[in-house]
T-cell receptor, first 109, second 112 residues
Framework: AQRVTQPEKLLSVFKGAPVELKCNYS??????LFWYVQYSRQRLQLLLR??SRESIKGFTADLNKGETSFHLKKPFAQEEDSAMYYC???????????FGTGTRLKVLA | KAGVTQTPRYLIKTRGQQVTLSCSPI?????VSWYQQTPGQGLQFLFE???????NKGNFPGRFSGRQFSNSRSEMNVSTLELGDSALYLC???????????FGSGTQLSVL
């Protein structure tokens, strides 16, 4: 079955510390993977997608097909990074998106 | 460019009633998908429409249905409401499948 797993419901880090939000997926084909973010009182929005291989707001994510992972990383967390983060998978040609249950990131001053 | 618009923002219904939620996608976007968001389950895919055709459906009972109109606006309907249907219902649009999703603010449904 196609599935996205985010093992941490809550991740708390201090400002300036590195951050890694974990995402593992279950899909036998070539996945399209995304990270979406929801800041307080804002809409869910795209943070980055693996195909772009870009860094947004200092975040990067590398697709590891061997480990079926797409972890989100940032070397130095900022307080404004506090938000809910969702990893998502869209299996090619299925016209659906599978989201993980989300990880709440809290960056402490 | 206006974003994805969902109406109404809040709804309170009682068990057994039915409800219709509306979503207007970003102009030019023909793909509209719906999600149920709850604190414990995260976002769960309900269905996706493109050019008035449902292309995929999530694992929800038949009480959940939807449709898309020729102008790409979409509605979802939930019949015979249950307490467990209380959730935030999100609509998202995209140009084509696989592209980034643009989300609406959602409709918060409370079933009493």
């Amino acid at each position: 079955a196609q599935r996205v797993t985010q093992p941490e419901k809550l991740l708390s880090v201090f400002k300036g510390a590195p951050v890694e939000l974990k995402c593992n997926y279950s899909y036998s084909g070539s996945p399209e993977l995304f990270w979406y973010v929801q800041y307080s009182r804002q809409r869910l929005q795209l943070l980055l997608r693996h195909i772009s291989r870009e860094s947004i707001k200092g975040f990067t994510a590398d697709l590891n097909k061997g480990e079926t992972s797409f972890h989100l990383k940032k070397p130095f967390a900022q307080e404004e990074d506090s938000a809910m983060y969702y990893c998502a998978l869209t299996p090619s040609g299925t016209y659906k998106y599978i989201f993980g249950t989300g990880t709440r990131l809290k960056v402490l001053a | 460019k206006a974003g994805v618009t969902q109406t109404p923002r809040y709804l309170i219904k009682t068990r057994g009633q039915q409800v219709t939620l509306s979503c207007s996608p970003i102009s030019g976007h023909r793909s509209v998908s719906w999600y149920q968001q709850t604190p414990g389950q995260g976002l769960q895919f309900l269905f996706e429409y493109f050019s008035e055709t449902q292309r995929n459906k999530g694992n929800f009972p038949g009480r959940f249905s939807g449709r898309q109109f020729s102008n790409s606006r979409s509605e979802m309907n939930v019949s015979t409401l249950e307490l467990g249907d209380s959730a935030l219902y999100l609509c998202a649009s995209s140009l084509v499948q696989g592209e980034k999703l643009f989300f609406g603010s959602g409709t918060q449904l409370s079933v009493l």
